[in-house]
């Protein structure tokens, strides 16, 4: 049950970013090196159109070879797929990562109606694939990449994204 005075809050809080929130960057005009972290929020849209976004892409390898912390979520790591090098392949081959997980699609519903698995599509790309129990807080660090496997896995991905920013 959501307390008035929690709803209250957010909506003082959407009130307060509400001109930013109608102006959103846009990903080809952002410096990189203007950030400390970036963070790729999950549901479908990464799947849509994020993993084939040059713009993403540059700003992930600019991310990675600068040391920042790169921390998406859930299918957030679709945009890593976006992240090639000249001659067409993968930055993020060999990493360690967890993602929402090809069994988590298929128990939710979803997996019918995706154009591709995103955790199938991951280890064909050469991800180190790592999964923990479906619909549980999980998160995998490996260096400066840091990814939750589901919405579970948002509050312990904020925490630790916290500690390596400290």
Known sequence: VVGQENVDHFRAYLDAIADR??????????VTADYDAIVIPGGHGPVEDLYKDADIGRILIEA??????????????????????????????????????????????????????????????????????????????????LSGQNPASSGPLADAVLKALA
């Not at 929130?21 to 952002?30: G, N, R, S, W």
């Not at 976006?82 to 993968?90: L, Q, S």
């Not at 929402?100 to 050469?126: H, I, M, Y």
């Open 64 to 145: 990675d070879r600068a040391g920042l912390i790169i921390a998406p979520v859930c299918h957030g790591q679709a945009a890593l797929l976006a992240a090639k090098d000249k001659e067409g392949n993968w930055f993020f081959a060999g990493r360690h990562m967890t993602s929402f997980s090809d069994e988590e699609e298929v128990e939710l519903g979803t997996a019918d109606n995706a154009p591709w698995l995103l955790a199938d599509t991951l280890r064909k790309s050469g991800a180190v694939y790592e999964k923990g129990p479906n619909w549980g807080a999980y998160v995998v660090i490996d260096r400066n990449l």
């Open 21 to 30: 929130l109608a102006k959103p960057l846009v990903l080809a005009d952002v």
